[in-house]
């Protein structure tokens, strides 16, 4: 207990260092670092009877604490070696609102529509043909191979997941940009909306949680961009969204609870804190199974899936190749559910798929993947916040994707899934992929 406690308060005294050595842009690394070790604590207080994680599985884990940490401290040495540089092709203000214009029309008139169908069939298929778990099966085509939400057409499942919800974070990480950059929310505000419609769609919670993060992630570019006001205008309409995400979470919890744990203290000990501390365990599950593909040792191509996904696609279609994209067998692996432990009534812990971004990163090259990973992540988003201009368009974007792909890490690999899609997508269709020194 000594030892933990001593780790802890390593890891904790690390966190305010980063203020000490960066000012207020170590917010984004301390934010990212925080949220890991806030919960890996809860989860050291086996609240809800998880099996106690395995010294394989605790070394893992605090590498990543480790490695995070030190590629955070590491930019401080090439600090002033760094011409601040922008990032972006130079254009005129017009031309940014012109654009904001075509893709607010583009995400209202276009993708809203397409949302609001496919949640009204949703609701209709949960009312009528489907439980909410058998609904929660059929929908990823887990029942019948296909998903009755779409049709029963592989086509459409394929479109949605690999094209319009990559889109839809396109919409949220260039919304942020729109907002702090020229005080313009409708882009980010439909986005939200629509994230919280994808959410009925699935019959998930993520949309919302989404809504969350979302929040405090104004908050966090509020202490970066002097001029950027948080107004009693913006103020209510992020509380409302707040209240209504905690709403539908709660309503969604409810309804997918086991009968007989429906109080809002099971709720919050199932839905709240396994939810966030699962992946602790399914992935020291996974390395002490001599059999895991965890073991596998893939050299970068799990990291690297969620492009690979893409490149297959066509060659796959075309039938010129049959490769099974490593993000698919990823996800096939991690769907059967794990004996994770009992609960305060005596039932089995079943947990599956959430595994965390250090899942991927150790089935590329075990502890020296993971070791390497966080060290990057640390030194890159630390790198991004100290020498971007926190008031250009770029910067908020480059950042609000890998705070986005970073706290989502801890569920899976963010950055194999459809985050990482519209993040590129993000980069590509605005920035341009040109790096200068000229104001933006």
């Not at 992935?283 to 490149?311: A, C, K, M, V, W």
Request: hydrophobic share 50%; glycine share 6%.
């Amino acid at each position: 207990m000594l030892t933990k406690f001593i780790i802890f308060s390593i890891f904790l005294s690390a966190s305010f260092l980063f203020f000490k050595m960066f000012g207020k842009k170590a917010i984004f690394n301390f934010v990212i670092l925080i949220w890991f070790l806030f919960w890996y604590f809860i989860d050291s207080l086996n609240l809800t009877g998880f099996n106690p994680l395995s010294a394989k599985g605790k070394n893992v884990i605090d590498s990543f604490f480790f490695s995070f940490i030190a590629g955070t401290l590491f930019v401080y040495p090439f600090r002033r070696k760094w011409s601040q540089f922008r990032f972006g092709k130079k254009i005129s203000r017009t031309e940014y609102l012109k654009n904001y214009q075509i893709l607010s029309k583009f995400f209202l008139f276009l993708l809203t529509p397409i949302y609001i169908f496919f949640t009204t069939r949703a609701i209709y298929l949960m009312n009528t043909r489907f439980s909410l778990s058998q609904y929660r099966s059929d929908v990823f085509g887990l029942i019948s191979g296909s998903s009755t939400l779409f049709f029963n057409i592989s086509s459409f499942s394929l479109l949605y997941f690999y094209f319009i919800l990559p889109v839809l974070f396109f919409g949220v990480f260039v919304g942020f940009g729109y907002l702090l950059r020229f005080k313009k929310f409708g882009l980010l505000l439909v986005s939200l909306v629509l994230m919280a419609l994808d959410s009925v769609m699935m019959a998930g919670r993520f949309g919302f949680h989404y809504i969350f993060f979302s929040g405090i992630l104004l908050f966090v570019f509020k202490a970066n961009v002097n001029y950027f006001k948080v107004s009693l205008r913006l103020m209510t309409v992020i509380c409302a969204f707040i209240l209504v995400a905690t709403y539908s979470v709660y309503f969604i919890s409810e309804t997918r609870s086991i009968n007989g744990q429906s109080n809002i203290k099971n709720l919050f000990e199932n839905f709240v804190i396994d939810y966030h501390t699962e992946s602790f365990h399914i992935l020291d599950y996974e390395l002490n199974q001599p059999d895991s593909i965890i073991h596998d040792f893939t050299l970068g191509f799990s990291t690297f899936s969620g492009i690979e996904r893409y490149l297959l696609l066509l060659p796959n279609l075309i039938k010129l190749t049959s490769k099974i994209p490593e993000v698919d067998i990823i996800g096939g692996f991690l769907h059967p559910a794990r004996n994770l432990g009992i609960d305060h009534f005596g039932n089995i812990k079943w947990y599956n798929a959430y595994a965390s971004s250090l899942f991927v990163l150790y089935r590329d090259g075990a502890i020296f993947g993971v070791v390497l990973g966080s060290f990057l992540l640390g030194f890159f988003v630390q790198g991004l916040a100290y020498r971007l201009p926190m008031s250009v368009f770029s910067s908020t974007l480059l950042l609000t994707g890998f705070m986005f792909m970073s706290i989502y890490s801890l569920f899976q690999a963010a950055f194999t899934g459809p985050m990482l899609a519209g993040y590129i997508l993000s980069i590509f269709t605005i920035m341009k992929i040109k790096l200068n020194r000229n104001n933006i």
